[in-house]
């Protein structure tokens, strides 16, 4: 496979991810850890298929444990933290901070052999940081205590994210087939915590199922195989800069869905974490 298909397949995950916030919205209130192992059990069914197809069940075996134990960790963590933190803040502000990630994928990968970091990529985090601020600050007219818990689990959310997708770059040769074992390990870990933490809560209705299926068969589900072969095998300061679209995508999904109100504070923060990761990305000379 070339470097530019893996990236233009790397992409499709951007995508899906631009639909998270919405399913993720759809689906209360079914808790972070409940929500976590239905999801991810969808998404070990798409693995199984994908594994099938490929023929690459006899990979599997030579995976080492600790390549399994990473991927389970990053991708718990991860939607763990995401699901939280949209279920104690307002979607659009805490999917806003959460999609800082892309900003930190360029600044981690500057930390990878061969690269370094420029003056452009602190700017660039100044500029995306600025959005954040703003957020918290609700456009600078309030400030809202209440929604600290959930925007410091977005924030984390996107440290956990890059960092993961960053250390998958020195994985390489480890097979994408594997992520099928990453989310069945993701769903069982989830079921066991949930069953120790949680009060089962079903989805409601109809549109509540639908967004469970949906969370599961695209962004919890096929697009983190897309994205595998992307951070692998294509070029990932490409898919950082592509990954920019991604927080403004979602935020006009919700705004069209009716779930967030469109304010000026809101698109203006969602430019500024944009473009100052487009600001970092520009200074590696990914562009």
């Not at 997708?165 to 769903?187: E, H, I, W």
Request: proline share 4%; with cysteine.
């Amino acid at each position: 496979m070339s470097r530019g298909k893996a990236t233009g397949i790397g992409f499709a995950a951007v995508l899906l991810w631009a639909l998270l916030a919405l399913f993720t919205v759809g689906s209360a209130p079914v808790p972070p850890l409940q929500l976590n192992a239905m999801c991810f059990g969808i998404a070990t069914l798409i693995g199984l298929i994908w594994v099938g197809r490929s023929g690459g069940l006899g990979d599997l075996r030579k995976v080492s444990w600790k390549v399994y134990a990473f991927g389970t960790a990053g991708l718990f963590g991860y939607h763990l933290l995401y699901f939280t933190a949209l279920r104690l803040a307002p979607a659009a502000e805490a999917g806003l901070i959460a999609y800082l990630w892309p900003l930190l994928i360029v600044l981690f990968s500057g930390l990878l052999p061969g690269e370094r970091l420029r003056a452009g990529h602190l700017i660039g985090a100044v500029v995306a940081f600025a959005g954040a601020a703003l957020i918290i600050a609700r456009g600078g007219t309030s400030f809202d205590a209440d929604a600290l818990p959930g925007y410091g689990a977005a924030a984390l959310c996107a440290l956990t994210w890059a960092s993961y997708s960053v250390l998958s770059r020195r994985l390489g040769d480890v097979p994408t087939n594997s992520v099928a074992v990453f989310c069945a390990g993701t769903a069982l870990l989830s079921l066991v915590a949930h069953l120790l933490f949680e009060v089962t809560v079903w989805p409601v209705g109809a549109l509540g199922w639908a967004s469970v299926l949906a969370l599961g068969l695209g962004p919890v589900g096929l697009a983190f195989y897309v994205w595998d072969i992307g951070v692998k095998r294509g070029d990932i300061q490409l898919l950082g800069v592509a990954s920019y679209a991604a927080p403004l995508l979602s935020t006009l999904v919700l705004i069209l869905a009716g779930v967030a109100a469109p304010s000026a504070s809101l698109l203006i923060a969602a430019v500024l974490i944009a473009g100052g990761a487009l600001l970092a990305a520009k200074a590696g000379g990914a562009n």
